[in-house]
């Protein structure tokens, strides 16, 4: 069964920067697009960026475009997130995702079908 494991949340001051791991596990990592995504306390789960399956097309929300970077090593099966210029808007537990079909690239939830258990990151101001 498909395994996301996301890791390199922490506590950081503002400003900081912080760079999120998720390591997947399978055989099909390379024909599937990745997302992030996270969740405040008190809020919905919203999207944060996506990356293509072969990292040609990325797409970010317009809350972190320009601070944010995605990337993938399929040779690894990892998607990474770097976050830079971090704020206490961006305090959440940050979940990496794998759409339900390859060949597939969307901002949606509903696309993507495996998560990760989520890590959690929090900025202090």
């Known amino acids: 069964q498909e395994q996301l494991v996301e890791s390199g949340g922490g506590l950081v001051q503002a400003g900081g920067s912080l760079r999120l791991s998720c390591a997947a596990s399978?055989?099909?990592?390379?024909?599937?697009?990745m997302g992030w995504f996270r969740q405040a306390p008190g809020k919905e789960r919203e999207f944060v960026a996506l990356i293509s399956w072969s990292g040609d097309t990325t797409l970010y929300a317009d809350s972190v475009k320009g601070r944010f970077t995605i990337s993938r090593d399929n040779t690894k099966n990892t998607v990474y997130l770097q976050m830079n210029s971090l704020n206490s808007e961006d305090t959440a537990v940050y979940y990496c995702?794998?759409?339900?079909?390859?060949?597939?690239?969307?901002?949606?939830?509903?696309?993507?079908?495996?998560w990760g258990q989520g890590t959690q990151v929090t900025v202090s101001s």
């Open positions: 399978g055989r099909t990592f390379s024909t599937y697009t």
């Open positions: 995702a794998k759409t339900r079909m390859p060949w597939t690239t969307a901002p949606g939830l509903n696309v993507y079908g495996s």
